[in-house]
């Protein structure tokens, strides 16, 4: 497992992310980004959601090299979050993380914000600027080559929804990881079967989705994207001698844990009353 820095283990509100485990760490980002989400009136709750343990074992379970003291530290990994759309959590993440300060949060989406609508280059922790679907995978390919080219130990960790892989920019860089061997290059999907408009069944099967990847080069496993112990066990053992990329296929749920939000397509767009913030909050157990 990637060793974590000392300034991950800078203080968060009241505790550490050292001595958080990865359960509370993605409780927290729960609730934050569903106050986030109804504070500025925006949407992509459920999107949000459904992601927030694999950024929670992917921050808060030391397995990516980073230095929040040092956003630009030229050998940390990379991590680009494609689903730019459900910058809430991504956000969130990285504000408990200790990128920026938690007030920060407080301001997303609205006018004059650090935090943008759409994950957003310049704030600390975030690698590129996505929202527009299908250009995470292509440029964290790039990133990888270039690393390798460079000689340097950065991994990239990609993390994509299940629905941007209608673009077909995505399975051009499936082709060129795969063609050169780029085994520093994780990308993870965000499988939780629902798009904007409908199930991915519905809109563009992808089943059978790891077959897929395997047949195009790639190191695959599936795995249940709520379950802790799974997703470290997936990310933290990827071996550089595979000569591979590895895609890990995470089953996931929209809207995980938030009763009556799961596995409904309303929550894609529809914004949280402050009744439904607080039903919530009650629901993960974190105190008022």
């Known amino acids: 497992m990637a060793s974590v820095s000392k300034a991950t283990q800078k203080k968060t509100g009241t505790e550490t992310t050292a001595q958080r485990s990865t359960r509370e760490f993605a409780r927290d980002v729960r609730v934050r980004a569903l106050r986030m989400v109804h504070r500025a009136s925006a949407s992509h709750i459920g999107s949000s959601l ?35 759309h459900a910058a809430a959590a991504g956000y969130a993440t990285l504000a408990e993380a200790g990128f920026f300060p938690i007030e920060w949060l407080d301001t997303y989406c609205q006018d004059g914000s650090k935090l943008p609508g759409h994950l957003t280059r310049g704030v600390p922790g975030v690698e590129l600027s996505t929202g527009s679907l299908g250009h995470g995978l292509p440029v964290g390919a790039g990133m990888a080559l270039a690393a390798r080219v460079d000689g340097a130990p950065a991994r990239v960790f990609v993390l994509l929804s299940d629905g941007e892989l209608d673009e ?12 050169h061997g780029l085994d520093n290059l994780v990308a993870i999907v965000d499988y939780n079967k629902i798009q904007s408009f409908g199930s991915v069944a519905e809109v563009m099967r992808l089943d059978p989705l790891a077959e897929k990847w395997r047949a195009f080069g790639w190191a695959c496993r599936e795995i249940d994207g709520h379950d802790h112990a799974q997703i470290l066990n997936a990310v933290a053992h990827v071996s550089p001698a595979q000569q591979q990329p590895t895609m890990v296929v995470a089953h996931t749920i929209k809207g995980r844990g938030i009763s009556f939000m799961e596995d409904d397509n309303n929550w894609h767009y529809r914004i949280p009353t402050e009744e439904e913030v607080e039903r919530a909050r009650i629901e993960l157990g974190v105190q008022a």
């Open 50 to 84: 459904s992601m927030t343990d694999l950024l929670a074992v992917l921050y808060g379970g030391g397995i990516l090299r980073v230095d929040p003291a040092r956003p630009d530290w030229p050998e940390r990994d990379r991590f680009v979050l494609s689903k730019g």
């Open 168 to 179: 077909g920019s995505n399975w051009e860089a499936i082709l060129f990881a795969a063609h």
